[in-house]
C-alpha cells in the first residue's frame, strides 16, 4: 500500500510513521510536511536508506503539489494541523489557514485522483468542556462545543471531512482522539515542557490552581488505534480514543512526574489561568466493543517512558526549548497588556 502521511514531521506523525514502518515494513509512505516550528526533519536521520520512506516539503494547501503526489496513493493519513492552544489565541489565523482551508484543499484533491480512501485525526477538543466535578465524557455522539480558535479550527475541519463522505462519497473515517504524550513532542507542551523544565531546574509553570482534568493517551497507543480504525474501522464512521480510564488533574500529572523524576513539589509555580480553559475526558467503548482496540500502556508506564526519552535526546529538544520559552515570555506579556 502507497500511503500519504501529512505533518509527518510532527509530533503524533512522526510516531506514526514509525510505528507504521515497523508493523507494515513494506508498505510505502509519502511524509508530506511544511516544516514550521513544530517539525523536526531529524527525525528520520536513520531512514535516509529506507526506500519505503519519502519526505516532501511543502504546504497542504498547495493543489500544484498535491496532483504531483497523489496518483498512486491509497491512503491518506492526514495530521498536518496547528494544535496548540496558547498559539491558536495569540495568532487564530494561521490555525485557519492550515487546520480548515488546508484540509478542505486536501480532501478536494483526494476527491480529485480518484477519491483516495482517508483517515483524519482529530481532538476531543472539537466537543467543548466538561464542567469540574463531572464524571461525564465525551463520546461520538457529543455535540460539538469548541471553546479555543484552536478547537474550532478542528471543528470545521471534521464537518468538512463529513460533508465530503456524504456528498461526494469520499471514503473517510475520522479519530478525535485526547491528549498524547510521548516522544518527539516539541517541549511548549505539558508534559515535556515539565520534563525539560525540570532537566534544566527550572520550576514547572501551572495554570491557574492545576483543577482542570484530562485524560492521557500514550502516543505508541493513538498509532495503534489509528492502525485498527484504518484496517477494520467502518467507512464514514468516527472513533473516540482515550487513554486507561485515568482522568488525571493537571496538578496531579504535574505531581505525578515530579515523583517519577526524583523532585520536590516545591518546583510547581501557580501562574494565571488559560483563558477557556477546557476539561477532557474520552469514553472509548466504541472502538474497543466494535474494532477489539484498547490502550496498551498506563500512565505511570508511558510517562516513565517518556522521561527516559527526553533524557537521552537533549540534543533533540533543546534548541526548540528555547523557541518554546521565548513564545511564553510574548504570551504572558500580551496577557499583561490585556489585562
Not at 531512514?47 to 500544484?64: L, P, Q, R, S, T
Not at 501562574?271 to 477532557?280: E, G, L, S, T
Not at 517518556?306 to 529538544?317: A, G, K, L, P, R
Request: proline share 4%; hydrophobic share 35%; with cysteine.
Amino acid at each position: 500500500m502507497k500511503i500519504l502521511v501529512t505533518g509527518g514531521l510532527g509530533f503524533i506523525g512522526t510516531n506514526f510513521i514509525h510505528y507504521w514502518l515497523e508493523t507494515h515494513p513494506t508498505d510505502q509512505i509519502t511524509n508530506l510536511d511544511k516544516v514550521t516550528y513544530a517539525a523536526n526533519p531529524t527525525n528520520f536521520d536513520d531512514y535516509v536508506d529506507n526506500h519505503n520512506y519519502k519526505f516532501v516539503k511543502g504546504d497542504i494547501n498547495d493543489v500544484a503539489l498535491l496532483d504531483q503526489i497523489l496518483p498512486g496513493i491509497d491512503l491518506i493519513v492526514h495530521f498536518a494541523a496547528e494544535t496548540h492552544v496558547d498559539r491558536s489565541i495569540d495568532d487564530p489565523m494561521a490555525f485557519v489557514k492550515t487546520n480548515v482551508l488546508g484540509t478542505y484543499t486536501l480532501l478536494n484533491s483526494a476527491k480529485k485522483h480518484g477519491n483516495i480512501r482517508f483517515h483524519h485525526i482529530s481532538t476531543d477538543e472539537v466537543f467543548g468542556s466538561i464542567p469540574l466535578g463531572s464524571t461525564a465524557q465525551f463520546s461520538e455522539t457529543s455535540p460539538y462545543d469548541p471553546s479555543s480558535p484552536y478547537s474550532a479550527t478542528k471543528a470545521s475541519s471534521d464537518h468538512f471531512v463529513r460533508a465530503f463522505g456524504k456528498t461526494f462519497g469520499l471514503p473517510i473515517t475520522i479519530s478525535n482522539c485526547s491528549n498524547n504524550y510521548g516522544p518527539y513532542a516539541n517541549p511548549e507542551k505539558l508534559v515535556p515542557r515539565m520534563i525539560t523544565n525540570l532537566i534544566d531546574g527550572q520550576k514547572i509553570p501551572v495554570y491557574g490552581q492545576g483543577a482542570n482534568f484530562r485524560d492521557w493517551l500514550y502516543v505508541t497507543d493513538h498509532c495503534r488505534a489509528i492502525d485498527t480504525i484504518i484496517s477494520h474501522g467502518i467507512i464514514g464512521e468516527t472513533y473516540c480514543i482515550g487513554g486507561l480510564k485515568e482522568t488525571s488533574r493537571n496538578i496531579d500529572l504535574v505531581k505525578k512526574v515530579i515523583k517519577l523524576m526524583g523532585k520536590s513539589e516545591d518546583v510547581i509555580e501557580y501562574v494565571a489561568d488559560r483563558p477557556a480553559h477546557d476539561n477532557y475526558a474520552v469514553n472509548w467503548d466504541k472502538i474497543s466493543t466494535d474494532l477489539g482496540w484498547k490502550p496498551l500502556e498506563t500512565l505511570e508506564s508511558g510517562l516513565k517512558k517518556t522521561i527516559d526519552w527526553y533524557v537521552s535526546h537533549e540534543s533533540w529538544w533543546r534548541d526548540s526549548k528555547a523557541e518554546a520559552e521565548a513564545f511564553y515570555i510574548k504570551l504572558n506579556n500580551y496577557k499583561n497588556l490585556n489585562k
